[in-house]
């Protein structure tokens, strides 16, 4: 069985670029999460998706955007990217009646220069 | 609304020492509470769970939480403690109001002194 998978390991870029990252759910789960982890905190939550549709926001403005793809693989875009952003991005997977279990991946480092 | 807050942001003890680091929740419903670890430059690594069966909650490397309602905490503790024991841990919540989304705690630094 393989676990959650997110690429890339680490990302550079400058204050107004885009960024795409990309995370494979755990074979058998149809919910991903994604939180933002900024140096020396505790994970916050961005949004999820359940089944290709949104399903619940954090407090992250709507320049962060995310996608889910039938194969329940997910992306998260952020745009205009802000000095503030620099974090450890972690996605998580889930399926129905796993007790609220999620399931991380590695994450991908970003940093705004 | 869902909080979570772990007391002492470092905490250091004697390799064989025991582990005791602190979490309090607060949520109107019943919760699901969670540890997990973290080691530098990694994911997060579910140490244990709670999903209101058995209070007493085991989970791997000898770890184990008691979930006390009363006190509305979730403890996480070990008897001997290791020097790989070392990492970060975060004690999180998580109620479903449409969502399984967790809150997390700032996050605990373990020291192991040898």
């Known amino acids: 069985e393989t676990g959650v998978t997110q690429s890339p390991t680490h990302l550079i870029k400058t204050r107004g670029q885009q960024v795409t990252l990309r995370c494979s759910s755990q074979s058998g789960h149809n919910t991903v999460s994604w939180y933002q982890q900024a140096l020396g905190q505790g994970p916050q939550f961005i949004f999820q998706y359940y089944r290709e549709e949104e399903n619940g926001r954090g407090n992250f403005p709507p320049r962060f955007s995310g996608l889910q793809f039938p194969n329940y693989s997910s992306e998260l875009n952020v745009n205009a990217l802000e000095l503030d952003d620099s974090a450890l991005y972690l996605c998580?997977?889930?399926?129905?009646?796993?007790?609220?279990?999620?399931?991380f991946g590695p994450g991908t480092r970003l940093t705004v220069l | 609304a869902q909080s979570v807050t772990q007391l002492g942001s470092h905490v250091s003890v004697s390799e064989g020492a025991l582990v005791l680091l602190r979490c309090n929740y607060s949520?109107?419903?019943?919760?699901?509470l969670f540890w997990y670890v973290q080691y530098p430059n990694q994911g997060l690594q579910l140490l244990l769970k709670y999903t209101s069966a058995a209070t007493l909650v085991k989970g791997i490397n000898g770890f184990e939480a008691e979930f006390k309602k009363s006190e509305t905490s979730f403890h996480l503790t070990k008897p001997s403690a290791h020097m790989s024991d070392a990492a970060e841990y975060f004690c999180?919540?998580?109620?479903?109001?449409?969502?399984?989304?967790?809150?997390f705690g700032t996050g605990t630094r373990l020291k192991v002194l040898a």
């Open positions: 998580a997977s889930s399926h129905e009646g796993s007790d609220n279990e999620q399931f």
């Open positions: 999180a919540v998580s109620v479903k109001r449409g969502t399984y989304k967790y809150i």
């Open positions: 949520s109107s419903v019943p919760p699901y």
